[in-house]
């Protein structure tokens, strides 16, 4: 049976109709086009789908989008334009924290994520942060260093 | 991967969620998801109904009479970080904060871990260490289970199909109260190979007059090493010096014979966890950093 | 402009979400696939039912490999132009018999993905089993149960190789050894699945094809083989790519069955691997056993190597299978240094597990871990330090280039300076220092070294019979005086749109932001070879280099024509809209379409007997000092060094990306991933839960140092995507021996896990102590 689901989808109030099994992941990326959230494993084990729910990181793979009455969600369309970067994505840049990029928008959610809580992260703290998210082109040596660039760090083992 | 085909309910009562567990033999609670969703889209979960409870309100942290309850839909995150938890129960927030990655815990929630009772799990040890009590709520009312008598076997509780974990309680930590979470994964963020959890609790003079502990990731249900840890003399010790630390050692790695590798690594983590603990408890900082081994 | 850390053009739509991956290309009425894949390791299929299947509400076809012959389909085949390899071509999917658990059989096309699992769940597959062969050296015994019983044996392709006098020099040799090195199966497992997207216009007659994939003009050409069409009527298109690493350069099984499924329902069709999928049913890489056997003098050495290599293949259904690997692997058993009599043997073998294929490094690192761990042990045997014994051996400085066994053409700069900048950017000696400091507090440190030489930019006509060593680029000067770029090679990540894009502008004198890279696409250029074998800058950064100058050429004689010193836009305008006021002879335009080849390899034997695969060499020294802790066997990587000659770097950022990303792959593949069976062929590793790639946590910084020697190639590359995941194996084989050596562990494979170390400690009696550690 379908499910009439309210919430809120990067700032516009939104209303699909859903089957349960539809997880936010399809969602967002079949019904809004935000093909920014990429299915990486959908078990939930690579973070590559990673979108912010009433502002805090998760799995859109793991959540059902009969789950989402009346929260907000943001994916990384919400952040940042090609012509106008958010500065975790300019520093992404700066710092070759890319390649491929397909784990890149899940990355960049989850250090903005973490940046709200922990202004000041060390690099352990960024990395142990970053653990849930896989990347397997770049090392993360550039991605930790983004991130330290904004937490005023300078990386520690560089 | 896609899941099969399920119906769905979101309960904002709890009378609400019991009534539509009852309805369906194969319906299935769902809370955080981090444990349920993937086995569905692996489709090794098939429930016919989902009954969401994330509406009902039991995200709730209290102290009271000495003891610390905790709601069923307190996320890991919360318990990583409540104040109230890190100071009344620290044990839980070091455990919590070795669960999976932030995504994760922004999700995963306490009922969840300890109705699924995976035995690799941090909860359920760090519960059974603690002695602290499960609260499951059913249509003929509400039962306090102690966790030692709540997990049966893997993947499975003592809870009816149609009961909900409502809560948690532990004991308040006392003064000299020392808490120590440590466990072995591949990677930090894994579910752990072997994990151990130990609390001991000094008297003004720094015996310990109180101890409890537990391993995961060792037999199909949290392993309870109170006794243990009792028989090997921790009860009543003032110092844990190195051959303490070895006969214990020794005595808990015995519970996971017949796997070399475990046994070495329950061995190695209680000695940790133990020196930790005691650390912790003279040092006045009951809470643990929660770093692997 | 070469040179500069240019940042990349391609960031911008990949960070903000807009990168267009396989996945993101919904068209209306788009289907989707999904395979019911065997259950078991072998089985002689009885019957299938798809009438429950086919019954399913959005279900729209459900068909077997008996469908896909009646529309014309034809057989796959390796492609392999290798004499004695045992027969062999097969359906794009099973038919009588299934080899490995997860091999397709049946496939479903569907209204969602969801759907089509549905149908998947309600199949009838009735089977017999048949007995499973697993591992490598049981399928090799008389009497093992047999994939293809008209081979007679598992064994699907025997080489041997010998230089003249090899046993004598074994025999003379003052000490002989004889030592097993083994690698082990791995997953290359970039984020983005394979898949594939297929839509027919019936109105063309054009199949247009989206396929995540490395070689699309290639492809282009096996799916109009197999679906009986010209390549006329076949598009490929490769979109954005999440990783590829060498897994996305096989031709498999299921891009072909989109393509096919397209044109009998008529439906455009998408099939996205999902991880499952990925882990257990699409192609594994690595598995070899080395049984090396070297003599060798007082100072140190080497004067002969003979290497036996059993090669497992799993279910060799696979554009040139393990084999490919494989043969670079006897290649390159001998890797920087002159040894003088050299041998090998070769043997691929079929088992009844998933397909072994390629990865990043592609048999390289095989190679290299018994290359190095040779030098290491020579070293140990002798009391000489492992720099030492590698000094002795590298090959001589001079002459170049250096004609190796069998012919191939080293060109790389000198390698004894290379090996001081290492020991000396890395402080080796002061290592050396601080490890004997840490032994005597009781902590166990070690030292692993690995100077790679290694081929780049190789012809492929040596695993696929056809293609060769030659990449396609058009570069073109637009009317507004833009640049376009557009090449054969396809980027999945490695920053093709930035640094063609630098090579462009250096060239004709204009910006890299005024370039525009397009890839991946075969309405782009007649043909292309793709990218693999770190070739994309030594070939397509070639012809995008000789398209240019030619263009350049062609702008400075229209200027000098026009008089004054015009600019680029003047020159280009006059060029295409001014037609009639051209010198004499000269065409209208501005474009120049290069298909260049450095022309140094010989694919076919010459009459010496010579072959050369690689256009040009690379050569890339490393050191990395760990930390075993002996309680948990847990390796920490305590510095790292690459000294990296790459020839003439186009842009040191993303050269550092590139060792820093291949650094953490060969990490992985050594500290924390294995693919896993049981005994009768389940795969143990079906979730990204159990296959564990390394974290943030796990990998630590690799500092690069800069050499450049000019390749003598256009331009002067050198390949450099494949070193760090060559080199990393080997030296962090080296240092975790190197650490274990005083506890008389002795490491003989790859598996340097955590566990495998504590099992191996175990093994060697050390009972670590619970207070020692509880306090540390």
């Known amino acids: ?158 | 991967m896609k899941p099969a085909p399920f119906e769905y309910v979101r309960a904002t009562q709890l009378g609400d969620a019991l009534a539509a567990l009852a309805s369906d033999d194969d319906a299935k609670v769902i809370a955080g998801g981090q444990s349920l969703v993937p086995l569905m889209a692996l489709r090794l979960a098939r429930p016919a109904l989902l009954v969401d409870v994330n509406d009902l309100p039991l995200d709730t942290v209290e102290v009271a009479n000495n003891e610390v309850r905790l709601g069923s839909l307190v996320r890991h995150v919360r318990l990583e970080r409540d104040a109230v938890v890190v100071r009344a129960a620290p044990l839980l927030a070091e455990a919590a904060a070795l669960i999976g990655y932030p995504a994760i815990r922004n999700r995963g929630t306490l009922g969840g871990s300890v109705a699924h009772a995976d035995p690799a799990a941090e909860l359920p040890a760090a519960l059974v260490a603690l002695d602290g009590v499960v609260l499951a709520e059913g249509r003929e009312g509400t039962r306090r289970i102690s966790a030692r008598d709540f997990f049966e076997g893997f993947l499975t509780t003592v809870l009816a199909p149609d009961e909900l974990v409502v809560g948690v309680q532990v004991p308040v930590a006392a003064e000299r109260h020392g808490a120590s979470f440590r466990e072995w994964a591949p990677r930090a963020g894994d579910f752990a190979v072997a994990g151990v959890a130990v609390v001991i609790e000094l008297d003004a003079g720094g015996v310990c007059v109180s101890l409890g502990a537990a391993a995961c990731g060792v037999g199909s249900t949290p392993v309870d090493l109170h006794e243990v840890l009792t028989d090997a003399g921790v009860l009543g010790a003032s110092d844990v010096g190195d051959s303490l630390l070895r006969s214990t050692a020794q005595a808990a790695a015995r519970t996971a014979r017949g796997d070399d590798d475990r046994e070495q690594l329950v061995g190695l983590l209680t000695a940790a966890a133990l020196h930790d603990a005691f650390a912790r408890a003279r040092g006045g900082d009951a809470s643990g950093t929660g770093v692997a081994a | 402009m070469i040179g500069a850390r240019t940042l990349r053009r391609e960031d911008p739509r990949l960070l903000t979400g807009r990168g267009s991956y396989l996945a993101d290309h919904d068209v209306p009425g788009l289907c989707h696939i999904a395979l019911w894949r065997s259950p078991v390791a072998h089985a002689r299929i009885r019957s299938i039912d798809t009438a429950a299947a086919a019954a399913l509400p959005g279900v729209v076809a459900v068909l077997t490999q008996a469908d896909l012959d009646a529309a014309g389909a034809r057989p796959m085949t390796h492609l392999l132009p290798i004499p004695g390899v045992q027969p062999l071509a097969w359906g794009v999917l099973a038919q009588e018999v299934v080899r490995f658990v997860g091999e397709p059989l049946v496939a479903v096309v569907a209204a969602s993905r969801a759907i089509a699992e549905d149908a998947v769940d309600v199949l009838v597959v009735d089977y017999d089993e048949l007995p499973p062969v697993v591992d490598v050296h049981a399928a090799l015994e008389f009497g093992a149960p047999l994939l293809y019983p008209e081979w007679g044996t598992n064994e699907f392709l025997h080489l041997d190789y010998a230089t003249d006098g090899l046993d004598d020099a074994l025999a003379r040799a003052p000490h002989v050894r004889t030592e097993r090195f083994e690698s082990h199966r791995i997953a290359a497992l970039p984020l983005e699945g394979h898949g594939a997207q297929a839509s027919f216009d019936p109105a063309t007659g054009t199949l247009t094809v989206l396929a995540s994939q490395q070689q699309p003009h290639q492809l282009r050409t096996v799916i109009a083989e197999v679906c009986s069409l010209s390549e006329g009527e076949v598009r490929v298109i490769a979109p954005d790519m999440g990783g590829g690493f060498g897994n996305k350069q096989h031709f498999t099984r299921e891009e072909c069955l989109v393509a096919l499924l397209a044109r009998i329902t008529g439906r455009p069709v998408r099939w996205s691997q999902d991880r499952g999928e990925g882990l257990t049913a699409s192609i594994h890489s690595r598995p070899q056993v080395h049984d090396a056997t070297f003599g060798y003098d007082d100072d140190g050495r080497v004067l002969a190597l003979s290497v036996r290599v059993v090669s497992d293949l799993g279910n060799p259904v696979l554009y040139f299978s393990g084999v490919g690997p494989s043969l670079v692997t006897v290649g390159a058993l001998c890797g920087g240094y002159a040894i003088e009599h050299h041998g090998w043997s070769l043997s691929c073998v079929a088992t009844t597990t998933c397909p072994v294929g390629g990865y990043r490094g592609f048999g390289q690192p095989q190679s290299h871990l018994t290359t190095e761990r040779v030098m290491d042990l020579v070293a140990a045997d002798l009391g000489i330090d492992p720099a030492e014994v590698r000094r002795r051996n590298l090959l001589p400085d001079a002459p170049r280039p250096f004609i190796a066994h069998g012919g191939a053409r080293i060109d790389v700069g000198p390698l004894g300076p290379q090996l001081d900048q290492l020991l000396d950017s890395f402080q080796y000696d002061a290592w050396r220092e601080r490890q004997r400091a840490m032994r005597d507090a009781g902590r166990y440190v070690g030292i692993g070294l690995s100077t790679l030489v290694q081929g780049t930019a190789p012809t492929q006509y040596g695993v696929a019979g056809r293609g060769g060593s030659y990449e396609t680029a058009i570069v073109s000067v637009l009317p507004d005086g833009n640049v376009t770029v557009a090449v054969g090679s396809k980027s999945q990540g490695q920053s093709h749109e930035t640094v063609l894009a630098q090579i462009a502008a250096e060239m004709l004198g204009t910006t890299v932001d005024r370039v525009v890279v397009r890839d991946g696409d075969t309405a782009l250029l007649p043909n292309g070879m793709g990218t693999w074998g770190s070739r994309t800058a030594v070939m397509a950064g070639g012809a995008v280099r000789v398209a240019a100058g030619r263009v350049r050429d062609k702008m400075t004689a229209i200027a000098a024509h026009m008089g004054g010193a015009p600019t680029l836009e003047a020159v280009a305008a006059e060029a295409w809209w001014h037609a009639h006021r051209l010198p004499a002879g000269i065409e209208p335009g501005l474009s120049a379409t290069v298909c260049y080849t450095p022309g140094r390899t010989i694919p076919i034997p010459d009459a010496a007997g010579h072959t050369s695969f690689d256009e040009t060499f690379g050569s890339h020294m490393t050191a990395v000092a760990v930390e075993v802790c002996p309680a948990t066997g847990d390796v920490s990587v305590l510095d790292a060094l690459l000294v990296s000659d790459c020839g003439v770097v186009i842009n040191p950022m993303v050269v550092e990306g590139q060792h820093q990303g291949g650094f953490a792959q060969g990490l992985g593949a050594v500290l924390y991933e294995e693919v896993r069976y049981s005994d009768d062929g389940q795969p143990q590793c079906t979730t990204l839960a159990d296959y564990t790639i390394p974290t943030a946590i796990e990998v630590p910084r690799l500092r690069v140092v800069h050499r450049e020697t000019h390749s003598g190639t256009e331009g002067g590359f050198r390949g450099v995507g494949e070193a760090a995941i060559t080199a990393a194996p080997a030296a962090l084989a080296g240092a975790v021996a190197d650490a274990l050596a005083p506890l008389g562990v002795t490491i003989t494979s790859t598996r340097l896990h955590a566990h495998h170390l504590r099992a191996l400690l175990r093994a060697a009696g050390v009972e670590p102590d619970p207070a020692a550690f509880a306090i540390a």
Request: with cysteine; net charge negative; charged share 20%.
């Open chain 1, 1 to 158: 049976m379908k499910h009439r689901v309210k919430f809120e989808v990067n700032g516009e109030a939104a209303e699909i109709e859903a089957e349960p099994r539809e997880t936010l992941l399809d969602v967002v990326r079949e019904r809004f086009g935000l093909t920014g959230a990429h299915a990486g494993c959908e078990h939930g084990a690579c973070g590559a789908c990673t979108v912010l729910v009433d502002g805090a990181a998760v799995r859109s793979c793991l959540l059902f989008a009969v789950q989402c009455e009346g929260r907000s969600v943001q994916t990384i369309e919400a952040f940042g334009t090609p012509a106008a970067l958010h500065p975790m994505q300019e520093a992404f840049r700066t710092h070759h924290a890319l390649q491929c990029g397909f784990c890149t928008p899940a990355m960049v959610l989850t250090a903005i994520d973490m940046l709200a809580h922990s202004p000041n992260a060390t690099e352990t703290e960024i990395r142990a942060a970053l653990a849930g998210n896989l990347c397997r082109c770049t090392g993360y040596a550039g991605i930790v260093d983004a991130v330290c660039s904004l937490a005023g760090r300078e990386p520690v083992d560089s």
